[in-house]
């Protein structure tokens, strides 16, 4: 059974920084691409930040030289590094498994003072 589960969240004040974690199982992981999406209230899911199985990163413009995505093999785990927050990242953070259309619970991130 595939599950991903997300933690890291929390309130931070603009300009501060997170780190997400996203813990993946019932898979092979290092062969499996995996994405980070957000969802901010009233608005749609987006896309954030994918890696490949080689670990070929992509991003959003919006969060372009501010999140990082990385992936540890060995853990079983994506993460997602924020710096630089802004009030406009709050959001729900989910990651998402592509090839079996898999999705975590969530995290909540709030940016603000």
């Known amino acids: 059974q595939v599950q991903l589960v997300e933690s890291g969240g929390g309130l931070v004040q603009p300009g501060g920084s997170l780190r997400l974690s996203c813990a993946a199982s019932g898979i092979i992981f290092s062969i499996n691409p995996l994405d980070w999406y957000r969802q901010a209230p009233g608005k749609r899911r987006e896309p954030v930040a994918s890696?490949?199985?080689?670990?070929?990163?992509n991003y959003a413009d919006s969060v372009k030289g501010r999140f990082t995505i990385s992936r540890d093999n060995a853990k079983n785990t994506v993460y997602l590094q924020m710096n630089s927050l802004k009030p406009e990242d709050t959001a729900v953070y989910y990651c998402?498994?592509?090839?079996?259309?898999?999705w975590g619970q969530g995290t909540q991130v709030t940016v603000s003072s």
């Open positions: 998402r498994l592509p090839l079996h259309n898999s």
């Open positions: 890696i490949s199985g080689g670990g070929t990163t």
